[in-house]
């Protein structure tokens, strides 16, 4: 009998640590995984591209879902026409997507962990009168050459 109760002192032994190793990796990965705190605009340095780019970011933070394309375009400015596609179809709809280039300060409601240097794309619905836009897509991207943004910390 007292044989056995050793290999349970054991057992649990084990069990408890291995339960302290597994509780402190749990920890670990929950700490990395909260929510964090949305990281401060990160700096722009000037220059006339990126001037021209932190203004259509800053004019998109005004651009709402169902806006006509002409309002869209009276804050951002009109888009190059090679960044706009041909009509398309999308979940059965007959739209157009319209691509910017833009410099993100403050975070938009469709995209809040986005800031810097972004590709922006804008999808109309092709089939009704003034275009309504009904999608806002960000995806940050690395800056091309001429442009500076320096990136947060």
Known sequence: MAGAGRISRHRLAAFVAILI????????????QS?????????????????RL?????????VRSGMPRAEVE??????DPKETSPVERMDGQTVFRIRYMAVLR??????PNVRGYCEVELIYDASRSGHPLIQIIFTPKLPPPGVRVARAT
Do not use: K, M, N, Y
């Open 21 to 32: 190793a597994l509780l402190g990796v749990w920890w670990g990965v929950r700490d990395r």
């Open 106 to 111: 403050d975070p938009h409601p469709v995209a």
């Open 74 to 79: 009276a804050l951002i400015g009109r888009p």
């Open 35 to 51: 929510p964090a705190t949305p990281e401060p605009a990160p700096p722009i340095t000037s220059g006339p591209e990126t001037s």
């Open 54 to 62: 932190q203004a259509i970011g800053q004019g998109l933070l005004s």
